[in-house]
């Protein structure tokens, strides 16, 4: 299978500040998308992102396909950014997703 | 559109039990997923249906572990004789709308699983 690694494996910011996590894939996917996974384990979709670059608010992502990784980059963090961050991805067109070990994020006031 | 259910949200048994957890997808998605995750891990593939047909199992079913998706809507998840290394969050998830991006997967809230 497809090894995913995510980096960092723990982060903590101050409210207000930026930060980057980033994705790394072994292999071509054709599908790719981050969640955010919050404290009752809920999984909440952020960016389906096989290619290129999205944004949705204080969120963005961006996908180097052909270099196999991808970022995803919270600005102005705030208190309930906090949790795990994973990173999921899939070779085959809809079949399972293998996703990485998570960011887990802590945004302190 | 209600998001992708489970139900048990919890469930607690003793080793050796046999558990069944339930999930009802998306109502227009015809893929359902079935993953494993335990604490600290990312989620882990078990299954995957399309329609009422189980098209891929991961070597983690083993063979106390059973799936079904009788008329391609809901699908039931069996654990027989329960272990306590099967203590996990099951996570079941849906894709295959006409509205989106046909494989992006949905996620349900998960079931919580404790043997004792």
């Known amino acids: 299978g497809i090894q995913v690694e995510q980096s960092p494996p723990d982060l903590i910011l101050q409210e207000g500040a930026n930060s980057t996590l980033r994705c790394n894939f072994s292999?071509?996917?054709?599908?790719l998308q981050w969640f955010h996974q919050n404290p009752w384990g809920q999984l909440i979709n952020l960016f389906y992102?096989?290619?290129g670059t999205k944004q949705n608010g204080r969120l963005s992502a961006t996908t180097v396909a052909t270099e196999r990784y991808s970022l995803l980059y919270i600005s102005s963090s705030q208190t309930t950014d906090s949790g795990v961050y994973f990173c999921?991805?899939?070779?085959?067109?809809?079949?399972?997703?293998?996703f990485g070990t998570g960011t887990s994020l802590t945004v302190i006031p | 559109d209600t998001g992708v259910s489970q139900n048990p949200r919890h469930k607690i048994t003793k080793r050796g039990q046999n558990v069944t957890f339930r999930c009802d997808p998306i109502?227009?998605?015809?893929?359902l997923y079935w993953y494993r995750q335990t604490l600290g891990q990312g989620p882990e593939f078990l299954t995957y249906?399309?329609?009422?047909?189980?098209?891929?199992k991961s070597r983690l079913l083993s063979d106390r572990f059973s799936a079904e998706r009788p008329k391609g809507s809901f699908s039931t998840l069996e654990i027989q004789r329960t272990e306590q290394g099967d203590s996990a969050m099951y996570l079941c998830?849906?894709?295959?709308?006409?509205?989106?991006?046909?494989?992006?997967?949905?996620f349900g809230p998960g079931t919580r699983l404790t043997v004792l």
């Open positions: 992102i096989p290619s």
């Open positions: 109502s227009e998605h015809n893929r």
């Open positions: 998830a849906s894709s295959g709308t006409s509205g989106g991006p046909y494989n992006e997967q949905f």
């Open positions: 249906f399309q329609n009422e047909a189980q098209l891929e």
């Open positions: 999921a991805v899939d070779a085959y067109t809809g079949n399972q997703f293998y």
């Open positions: 292999d071509s996917v054709n599908n």
